[in-house]
């Protein structure tokens, strides 16, 4: 697992910002002057270039070498992972740095809000509900200084659509900064019920957008159950409706536990049916954060008593030509007629494995496991290959 | 030949019921439907070459199929107006297709 | 924090979404709704569902909620679904007419017994089509609407008419190049007859070839005669022929059903198997030039062929068990109808009948039928379904002719008696050739119809059969994909 986020030992800054300073880090030694005013050096080595806005240094002799008005921090070692092209934020109180952008990564994600209008009972990232629109205004920065030939980006919350003007335009600062990167939208689609949003949106006309919305149940009160709110299914579908009138790419996504198991195969069957047109569908295996460890008794599933299932379930949308992929699940415990839905899929910072695996010989075709899920509640049917 | 004279309650059974469950077992024999006193009344004669050892199952089918002519009635009535909506809604819109 | 499941249980009435019903023949009740969704259930529980008695903790009623049987009072998300899923559904009706045969000749160096039309002939004038009535048939050809145009060349035997089957091919081409359809082309042929020259041009312009394969050589023999009794001897050495030259997959069987094959389905499965045919068409005895009139005939051979039927449908399951992948096709165009919202294009089994819309005749003499059995029905004396006629008819004449109009609007399966209570009439179809040919009328007596037992049988066999394995459930969804 790598750190993305934490405490530094020691931040100077010789300006700071009100709401916290982002750079993006280079290690190039001969950057040209005009270029290094705005960027953060990536100091592994004593006497580093001067001009730089901020040093990032993780030894203190490092430190000491510096140019006497430098701004620096100084990282624990857990932070050597940062290389060139990442984007920092280092706090305002200037305590701790969060990795908001890493170059070498597939699946960068970025934060847009805490709040949400649902209450998941096995959210990962659990809702807060206090203003935080600020985080807006540091994604639009953070756009600027994204490498342009970023692949992919993902954008989640909370509910990122909460602020719809505020939204929207983070997607047309994409399509403006980052045109040949292809977005991906983590949202419970209940805002494009609105037609004229749904309008808005499509009207962007991003070359390459897809919107992922979690549908847990083909039963309205039992996807209204997991997800904690009264009549989200109908507006949920009605969005997905809407989306797919104004043309635009939808996934529908759902996460495997005790309480969407068992209708699994039935909202495989009521999609195939209803919403034939979605680009793709995404079967999950449970992350074991936030409130899906308060929630363990209610939704854990061992994936092994599931694949049954899970299999059938990949069998009736494959055979309808949708596109499936399973995600999140340990290789060993899928059937090996659905394995060609299987992806390796867990973002490299929250990947880890068990002991049970160390012999496995498909160690490097399997997605592994979430960290979270090492470390709290993993199955007790693991079959290392031989 | 046979005939099988049964008797069901005009209140609980409409000509129409009888008519269309007389019509789905007309391959095997036929039905004349009369009203009497209040009372439906269908007799059934088994078509020529039809064995009288089928007339029991017959019988029993016919039955079958008046109770569940009704209950056919009943769900149209039920749904009529709003399958005229879907039907409605289906051809009516354009660009529905994603 | 959290809420229990309970409280987020709907609440208010319930509503009935439009649905039928039929009592099978096990007893249990099978419910179709408007897009042919369906579940099968009890009596008692289909009671509860229309006195709005049903349980809701029950499984089967989220399942009925879901499969649209039901709403909340107020809820229109149903509605839109299902109003999407209906427009699915037609949605190939407005494309039209697809399939165009052309008779290039009614001679055959075949002489089977259940074929109505072809002659053992020298005589070209009288039976081959000429290509002034070619041109004609081409110019109708290309009114239709439909993007995709299809030409299938029959007979008799269209081999003894090369010369017009390519000038059809080459003149459609030159057509195509301003009209800009996509044009596949079928030469339905016994495969006694290829040459090199043939193999070639058909190599050239990418004709498909469908032929007839009824089983093993004595039954194949026997139903399909020819001087020399080498029917299936030429047809296998055809079939290698034709593979090597187009292609392996471009050379297609299918078999016709007669009396002789009812007791031996295994042995003609296994004889497409041997031959590396992916799949099998289980075609239903044809009712055209038997003792058709004879109900008691009809019946007794609708029982039999429905044994064959399920027999040969039970040996493909075993196959496909042991890893020999095969399939069998009125099965998956079936299956297609019950468990997608695709319409499989089949013409046999569409309401409004396939007649016309789904495919038209050309005659080698220039009239013009709505289907193929209308034509065998012309050649047995019964004109009810010529349309009109190449020479002297517009394509508006022909296409909205009454004796067209009116087939297809009488034998209508959502306003004929019975099937518009049916609720198989998803998956079926109207058949006013059937009918006439039976029973003297489009829409037919349907308990008395071979048609409407036939189907009905094989209905209630495949729902039967998916509802209670899942892997043949998986099975036959994998073959309704290929649709």
């Excluded at chain 3, 047809?235 to 050379?251: H, N, Q, S």
Aim: with cysteine; glycine share 6%; charged share 25%.
């Amino acid at each position: 697992m790598l750190k993305m986020g934490g405490k530094v030992i020691e931040v100077k800054a010789v300006s700071p910002a009100e709401k916290g300073l982002i750079f993006s880090l280079t290690d190039a030694q001969s950057l040209p002057l005009v270029l290094r005013s705005e960027r953060g050096f990536l100091a592994r080595h004593l006497n580093p270039p001067v001009g730089f806005a901020h040093y990032f240094c993780f030894d203190e002799s490092v430190v000491h070498s510096l140019p006497e008005s430098s701004s620096y921090s100084l990282l624990p070692e857990e932070f050597s992972h940062l290389g060139d092209g990442d984007v920092v934020r280092v706090s305002a109180d200037l305590r701790a740095i969060r990795v908001l952008f890493r170059k070498s990564s597939l699946h960068n994600s970025v934060l847009l809000t805490e709040r949400c209008n649902h209450y998941c009972l096995m959210c990962s990232q659990p809702p807060k509900p206090h203003d935080d629109s600020y985080i807006f205004d540091e994604v639009e920065k953070l756009i600027t200084l994204i490498p342009r030939q970023t692949p992919e980006l993902g954008f989640t919350g909370g509910e990122p659509t909460l602020e719809a003007e505020r939204f929207l335009r983070i997607l047309r600062l994409c399509k403006s900064y980052l045109p040949s990167t292809a977005i991906h939208v983590l949202s419970n689609g209940r805002a494009f019920s609105n037609p004229a949003f749904t309008s808005a949106y499509a009207a962007i006309d991003h070359p390459d957008l897809m919107v992922g919305i979690p549908l847990y149940s083909d039963d309205p009160d039992r996807h209204d159950y997991i997800v904690q709110a009264q009549g989200a299914f109908d507006e949920t579908i009605r969005g997905i409706l809407n989306l797919k009138r104004a043309r635009q790419k939808v996934e529908v996504r759902v996460v495997l536990h005790k309480q969407s198991i068992p209708r699994l195969v039935p909202l495989a069957e009521y999609i195939s049916r209803n919403l034939l047109f979605v680009d793709h569908v995404a079967l999950m295996g449970l992350e074991m954060m936030g409130f899906a460890r308060a929630n363990l008794d209610v939704l854990w599933a061992d994936p092994y008593d599931y694949r049954a299932e899970l299999s059938q379930a990949v069998q009736v949308l494959s055979r309808s030509g949708i596109n499936v992929s399973i995600y999140n699940h340990p290789l060993c415990l899928i059937d090996r007629s659905v394995e060609f839905a299987y992806r390796k899929s867990i973002s490299d910072w929250k990947n880890d494995f068990p002991h049970e695996c160390s012999q496995c010989a498909r160690r490097s075709d399997c997605g592994g496991f979430f960290s979270s899920g090492v470390q709290h509640k993993y199955s007790e049917r693991l079959r290392p290959f031989s | 030949m046979r005939t099988e004279r049964l008797e069901f309650s005009s209140q609980a059974y409409s000509i129409e019921a009888a008519q269309k469950a007389a019509y789905r077992g007309l391959d095997k024999f036929t039905v004349h439907i009369s009203t009497h006193e209040g009372s439906l009344v269908c007799e059934l004669s088994l078509n020529l070459g039809v064995s009288e050892e089928q007339l029991p199952l017959l019988v029993q089918e016919f039955k079958k199929d008046i109770l569940d002519e009704s209950l056919r009635e009943k769900i149209g009535a039920a749904t009529s107006d709003v399958r005229n909506l879907i039907l409605g809604i289906a051809f009516s819109r354009t660009n529905l297709s994603g | 924090m959290f809420r229990s499941a309970d409280s987020y249980a709907s609440e208010g009435n319930v509503e009935l979404l439009p649905f039928r019903f039929n009592r099978l023949l096990s007893g249990a009740y099978l419910l179709t709704n408007l897009v042919g969704e369906h579940v099968v259930t009890s009596r008692e529980i289909l009671e509860d569902l229309v006195s709005g008695q049903l349980n809701r903790d029950l499984p089967i009623f989220a399942d009925l909620r879901a499969k649209h049987f039901l709403r909340f009072d107020g809820e229109t998300t149903p509605l839109e679904l299902l109003a999407l899923k209906v427009r699915t559904r037609s949605a190939r009706l407005a494309q039209f007419t697809n399939l165009h045969i052309f008779v290039v000749s009614l001679r055959c160096d075949h002489s089977c017994p259940y074929c109505q039309v072809s002659r053992q002939s020298e005589d070209r004038a009288a039976f081959d089509m000429t290509p002034e009535i070619a041109d004609k048939a081409l110019d109708f050809c290309f009114q239709t609407p439909n993007r995709a145009v299809k030409i299938e060349f029959q007979g008799g035997e269209p081999l003894l008419n090369f010369d017009l089957v390519k000038y059809i091919v080459l003149r459609a081409k030159e057509i195509n190049e301003h009209e800009g359809r996509n044009l596949e082309f079928v030469i339905a042929t016994t495969l006694s007859l290829l040459t090199d020259e043939i193999l070639s041009f058909c190599r050239e312009h990418k004709i498909l070839l469908s032929s007839s394969l009824d089983g093993p050589k004595d039954l194949h023999n026997k139903n399909r005669p020819r001087p020399g009794q080498d029917s299936y001897q030429r047809f296998c050495e055809g079939l290698t022929r034709a593979r090597e030259w187009l292609g392996f997959d471009r050379v297609g069987a299918l078999m016709t059903t007669t009396q002789a094959s009812l007791p031996r389905v295994r042995e003609i499965i296994d004889e497409y198997v041997r031959l590396g045919f992916d799949g099998i068409f289980l075609r239903p005895l044809s009712p055209y030039g038997f003792a058709i009139k004879t109900k008691g005939y009809q019946s007794y051979n609708v029982s039999k062929w429905l044994d064959f039927y399920k027999e040969g449908l039970s040996y493909i399951i075993e196959l496909n068990r042991s890893g020999v992948p095969f399939v069998e096709q009125f099965t998956a165009i079936v299956c297609s109808k019950i468990f997608t919202n695709t319409d499989p294009g089949y013409v046999d089994l569409m309401s409004p009948s396939g007649i016309g819309i789904g495919a038209v005749v050309f005659n080698y003499d220039g009239n013009v039928f709505a289907s193929d059995e209308s034509r065998m029905l012309a050649e047995m004396g019964d004109h009810s379904f010529r349309l009109g006629h190449l020479l002297e008819h517009t394509y508006e004449d022909v296409m909205l002719s009454d004796s067209l109009l009116d087939a297809l609007e009488r034998s209508f399966t959502l306003s004929a008696p019975m099937c518009s209570d049916c609720a198989f009439e998803p998956f079926c179809g109207a058949d006013p050739v059937y009918h006439h040919a039976t029973q003297a009328d489009p829409v037919g007596r349907k308990p008395e119809s071979g048609f409407c037992q036939r189907n009905m049988g094989v209905f209630e066999h495949i729902i039967d059969l998916t509802s209670n394995d899942p892997e043949v459930k998986s099975l036959f969804l994998g073959w309704a994909s290929r649709c």
